[in-house]
């Protein structure tokens, strides 16, 4: 079936999380889940950007329902009060979208002395998810992933998961998009053997940059430079706004189901569809090798 992401369905009712809200694809994903109706939580590391963010969208959707919720998703403390938040709350959707989308030239750790993509991309959003998980069961909740087509082209080493032999920053960005899709689908399957209705899905926004994006006010203020090298790129590009219609889908649309890997249909833009992920992304063997490594280094087991 098709999605016109003009024509969302209405979504009052509807608490949705979404995390690193405050800038692009998170944005315009908080932005498009508000104006179907949504409540959306903006769970952001930076309190005046997130309230910008929030300014921004009770500016450009009159009837919006917004609130802010502090997270950053490199700290334990900071991660385990928002879920503690989150577990006094009905969820109906997560949306793992915070990343670093640009990595440091060389490699960095954060506090507890992991590889700071990694934690950044992968680690924050496993504990939050582990430490929250009754929730989202209880109330079947959505739990959408945002991986990368660089997942594609990139490779995951299990026995170098912390990249301390051998980092660049465009492996640890692809290693770290793999691993958070291999996370995606091995909880969908823990999901579906423990019998529950919350659903694990992963999808891509393609490639989605700031200069073929909306200026917005507090937000997104793209340099004229910016907009003119971007607008080269026309052909092969979209906004981050596009880049928002994958996650939207997996929030609202009901032919979804968890498993599903959706994601623009001319591979770095376009209407999201469904697109097949690689082997690595999916193999339970990977995920299995995986997980344990990712309990240790976010330091919490998961209860699925
Ligand atoms: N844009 C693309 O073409 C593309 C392609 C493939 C995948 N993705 C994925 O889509 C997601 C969003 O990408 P984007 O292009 O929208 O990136 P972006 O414009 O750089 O926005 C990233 C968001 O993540 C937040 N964030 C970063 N570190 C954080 C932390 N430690 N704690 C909490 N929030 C944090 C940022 O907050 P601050 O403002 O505080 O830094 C910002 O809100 C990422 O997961 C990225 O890997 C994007």
């Given at each position: 079936?098709?999605?016109?992401?003009?024509?969302?369905?209405?979504?009052?009712?509807?608490t949705?999380?979404?995390?690193?809200?405050?800038?692009?694809?998170?944005?315009?994903?908080s932005?498009?889940l508000?104006?179907?109706?949504?409540?959306?939580?903006?769970a952001c590391?930076d309190?005046e950007?997130?309230?910008?963010?929030?300014?921004?969208?009770?500016?450009?959707?009159?009837h919006?329902?917004?609130?802010?919720?502090?997270?950053?998703?490199?700290?334990?403390?900071?991660?385990?009060?928002?879920a503690?938040?989150?577990?006094g709350r009905?969820?109906?959707?997560?949306?793992?979208?915070?990343?670093?989308?640009?990595p440091?030239?060389?490699?960095?750790?954060?506090?507890?002395?992991?590889?700071l993509?990694?934690a950044?991309?992968v680690?924050?959003?496993?504990r939050?998810?582990a430490?929250c998980?009754?929730a989202?069961?209880?109330?079947?909740?959505?739990?959408?992933?945002?991986?990368?087509m660089?997942?594609?082209?990139?490779?995951?080493?299990i026995d170098?998961l912390?990249?301390?032999?051998?980092?660049?920053p465009?492996r640890?960005?692809?290693?770290?998009?793999?691993?958070a899709?291999?996370?995606?689908?091995?909880?969908?399957r823990?999901?579906?053997?423990a019998g529950?209705?919350?659903?694990?899905?992963?999808?891509?926004?393609?490639y989605?940059i700031?200069?073929?994006?909306?200026?917005?006010?507090?937000?997104?203020?793209p340099?004229?430079?910016?907009r003119?090298a971007?607008n080269?790129q026309?052909?092969?590009?979209?906004?981050?706004d596009?880049?928002?219609?994958?996650?939207?889908?997996?929030?609202?649309?009901?032919?979804?189901?968890?498993?599903?890997?959706?994601?623009?249909?001319?591979?770095t833009?376009?209407?999201?569809v469904?697109?097949p992920?690689?082997?690595?992304s999916?193999?339970?063997?990977l995920?299995a090798?995986?997980w344990?490594?990712?309990?240790?280094?976010?330091?919490?087991?998961?209860?699925?």
């Amino acid at each position: 079936m098709g999605w016109d992401a003009a024509a969302l369905p209405d979504a009052h009712g509807r608490t949705v999380i979404v995390t690193g809200a405050n800038a692009g694809v998170g944005y315009f994903t908080s932005e498009q889940l508000a104006q179907a109706g949504a409540h959306v939580v903006l769970a952001c590391r930076d309190p005046e950007r997130a309230e910008a963010a929030i300014s921004a969208i009770r500016r450009r959707v009159p009837h919006a329902s917004v609130e802010a919720l502090p997270l950053d998703v490199t700290d334990r403390r900071s991660i385990d009060a928002a879920a503690d938040a989150l577990l006094g709350r009905s969820v109906d959707a997560l949306v793992l979208n915070a990343g670093m989308v640009h990595p440091p030239r060389t490699r960095q750790t954060d506090e507890y002395g992991n590889e700071l993509v990694l934690a950044t991309n992968v680690l924050g959003h496993f504990r939050l998810v582990a430490r929250c998980i009754p929730a989202l069961v209880q109330t079947d909740a959505r739990i959408v992933t945002l991986g990368s087509m660089a997942a594609r082209l990139g490779r995951l080493r299990i026995d170098d998961l912390q990249l301390e032999r051998s980092y660049t920053p465009w492996r640890a960005y692809a290693a770290s998009k793999i691993a958070a899709q291999s996370v995606g689908f091995e909880l969908d399957r823990r999901l579906r053997a423990a019998g529950s209705a919350a659903q694990s899905i992963v999808v891509h926004p393609g490639y989605s940059i700031s200069g073929r994006t909306p200026g917005i006010r507090g937000v997104n203020h793209p340099s004229r430079a910016t907009r003119f090298a971007d607008n080269l790129q026309a052909a092969w590009t979209q906004g981050k706004d596009g880049g928002a219609h994958a996650p939207v889908r997996a929030v609202l649309d009901p032919e979804v189901t968890g498993g599903d890997y959706l994601g623009p249909a001319a591979f770095t833009k376009g209407p999201p569809v469904h697109i097949p992920a690689t082997r690595a992304s999916r193999s339970p063997r990977l995920a299995a090798a995986l997980w344990p490594l990712l309990e240790r280094a976010a330091a919490q087991p998961f209860p699925l």
